[in-house]
């Protein structure tokens, strides 16, 4: 009987006794560690820059395109305007038109009078 007295007394303490359970510390694990995340804002600054270099490239190369138009642009008008001179270059030129300009203010042409073309 000795055992069960033991044995009652033990439990009669056991229950006596406030059962102190261990507290969870509610440690937050993150998912990346501090030199994952140093990389990732690294990698994510780089990206950053480098779309930006691209796209400050690609309006750079748009407006060059766009002066190259313009400049086409005004070599076509001032070809066309040298073809118009030239038309009419060849139409004050022409030998029946100087010669009777010439008889009109009173020159008389000379028979060794000769035509220079260009």
């Known amino acids: 009987m000795e055992n069960v007295a033991r044995k009652l007394q033990e439990d009669q303490q056991v229950r006596q006794q406030p059962v102190h359970k261990p507290k969870k510390v509610n440690e937050k694990k ?6 994952e995340k140093i990389l ?13 270099q691209i796209v ?7 407006e060059v395109n766009r002066d190259i138009q313009k ?4 070599i076509q008008n001032q070809e066309q305007v040298n073809a118009d001179l030239t038309t009419q270059v060849e139409e004050l030129g022409q030998y029946d038109r100087v010669r009777g300009i ?5 020159l008389v042409p000379n028979d060794n ?5 260009d």
């Open 30 to 35: 993150s998912f990346f560690s501090p030199g």
């Open 40 to 52: 990732g804002f690294l990698f994510a600054g780089a990206l950053f820059l480098g779309c930006t």
């Open 56 to 62: 400050s490239n690609q309006s750079a190369i748009y």
């Open 71 to 74: 400049t086409q642009s005004a």
């Open 102 to 106: 010439a008889e009109k203010q009173g």
């Open 113 to 117: 009078t000769k035509v220079v073309n």
